[in-house]
């Protein structure tokens, strides 16, 4: 099981190839003042790219058993597989200009990126995800249930390719923990971050770029490494 989210998107043409490749994300800056950061005009644009993209509906086998966080990552891949999902990065904005954005963009997933308390996950009318780092005082907090739908791993900056010690997720796959990794990803060593214990999904921005725009290239090796151990398990 692997979800891809391709993020940093600012053009719908390049939303389009990522989809066309095999994307079940992509992902937006809807924070001010960002290198990546998009106007709502252009974000309604890949939007309408977004949901207007379908695929034929897969079948993942519902297990005897599974946590919450399988059953979350098994349900969303199988979602954002038929009609690929539309994610929003916020950092630090106020409630109200998030679920602002939520509403007239037409948000399938809020990415809280910033300090935001986690009881704002359940203020938004929509999935979430809640990005944590390891090592830090709530890294804690990437397992509330009740909280986020699924939390992201990232380095400690955020888009800038910062990568996480992939050992420090240890314990949080012990606990039963699924979660996106996000950090330093690219075509090379995404199947590797892929085989990390806990890991349901993946997260790129600047590992498939040529800036400024997302590169067809990298794009298409990236989706095809992440997606190679997916295919490889269901060929066993």
Same mark, same amino acid.
């Given at each position: 099981?692997?979800?891809?989210?391709?993020? &940093?998107?600012?053009?719908?043409?390049?939303?389009?190839?990522?989809?066309?490749?095999?994307?079940?994300?992509?992902?937006?800056?809807?924070?001010?003042?960002?290198? =990546?950061?998009?106007?709502?005009?252009?974000?309604?644009?890949?939007?309408? %790219?977004?949901?207007?993209?379908?695929?034929? !509906?897969?079948?993942? @086998?519902? @297990?005897?058993?599974?946590?919450?966080?399988?059953? $979350?990552?098994?349900?969303?891949?199988? +979602?954002?597989?038929?009609? !690929?999902? /539309?994610? &929003?990065?916020?950092?630090?904005?106020?409630? *109200?200009?998030?679920?602002?954005?939520?509403?007239?963009?037409?948000?399938?997933?809020?990415?809280?990126?910033?300090?935001?308390?986690?009881?704002?996950?359940?203020?938004?009318?929509?999935?979430?995800?809640? =990005?944590?780092? @390891?090592?830090?005082?709530?890294?804690?907090? +990437?397992?509330? @249930? *009740?909280?986020?739908?699924?939390? /992201?791993? *990232? &380095?400690? %900056?955020? #888009?800038?390719?910062? !990568?996480?010690?992939?050992?420090?997720?240890?314990?949080?796959?012990?606990?039963? #923990?699924?979660?996106?990794?996000?950090?330093?990803?690219?075509?090379?060593?995404?199947?590797?971050?892929? $085989?990390?214990?806990?890991?349901?999904?993946?997260?790129?921005?600047?590992?498939?770029?040529?800036?400024?725009?997302? *590169?067809?290239?990298?794009? =298409?090796?990236?989706?095809? +490494?992440?997606?190679?151990?997916?295919?490889?398990?269901?060929?066993?």
């Amino acid at each position: 099981m692997v979800i891809v989210k391709i993020c &940093g998107v600012r053009r719908p043409q390049d939303a389009k190839i990522a989809l066309e490749n095999g994307a079940n994300l992509i992902g937006i800056i809807l924070v001010p003042d960002r290198k =990546r950061t998009v106007d709502i005009q252009t974000a309604k644009a890949i939007a309408k %790219v977004v949901h207007e993209f379908n695929r034929a !509906p897969i079948n993942i @086998p519902e @297990p005897e058993e599974e946590t919450l966080w399988e059953q $979350r990552a098994r349900l969303l891949e199988i +979602a954002s597989h038929s009609n !690929p999902m /539309l994610v &929003g990065v916020v950092q630090n904005q106020s409630l *109200d200009d998030v679920l602002s954005l939520q509403r007239e963009i037409g948000l399938d997933i809020v990415q809280f990126h910033g300090d935001e308390p986690l009881s704002w996950c359940r203020e938004v009318p929509a999935r979430t995800f809640k =990005r944590f780092t @390891p090592n830090t005082e709530n890294f804690c907090d +990437a397992l509330e @249930p *009740d909280a986020h739908f699924l939390p /992201l791993i *990232d &380095g400690e %900056v955020g #888009g800038n390719g910062e !990568p996480v010690d992939w050992a420090s997720l240890q314990q949080l796959a012990q606990e039963g #923990g699924k979660f996106l990794l996000a950090g330093g990803l690219n075509s090379e060593n995404v199947e590797s971050a892929c $085989r990390v214990s806990g890991v349901v999904g993946v997260d790129v921005s600047g590992g498939v770029e040529s800036y400024p725009y997302k *590169d067809e290239k990298k794009i =298409r090796s990236f989706i095809k +490494a992440a997606k190679s151990l997916h295919q490889k398990e269901y060929q066993e």
